[in-house]
């Protein structure tokens, strides 16, 4: 079990990697997300990746949703 701290900067961690994934894409959607909306995302998708690693289980994204589960959980995506 981690401690608030350790939490927080798990947190704070997979927040920057969601924001920096999100900034390397030149799609408009993406770009406009801040820092903000990646650390109100992160705890989400932190606990989808750790369901679908204990899962062994694969995520299927649609292009139009939001940027934070195609391109911070999706193992594939597609349009249509």
């Given at each position: 079990m981690l401690t608030p701290l350790e939490k927080e900067a798990q947190l704070t961690q997979e927040a920057?990697?969601?924001?920096?994934?999100?900034?390397?894409v030149s799609k408009t959607k993406a770009a406009k997300w801040t820092?903000?909306?990646?650390?109100?995302?992160?705890p989400y998708v932190l606990a989808i990746n750790r369901f679908k690693?204990?899962?062994?289980?694969?995520?299927?994204a649609h292009s139009y949703t939001t940027p934070d589960l195609v391109y911070g959980v999706a193992d594939f995506r597609g349009d249509s």
């Open positions: 920057h990697r969601l924001y920096g994934l999100l900034k390397s820092f903000e909306d990646c650390l109100a995302a992160a690693k204990e899962q062994n289980a694969v995520i299927l």
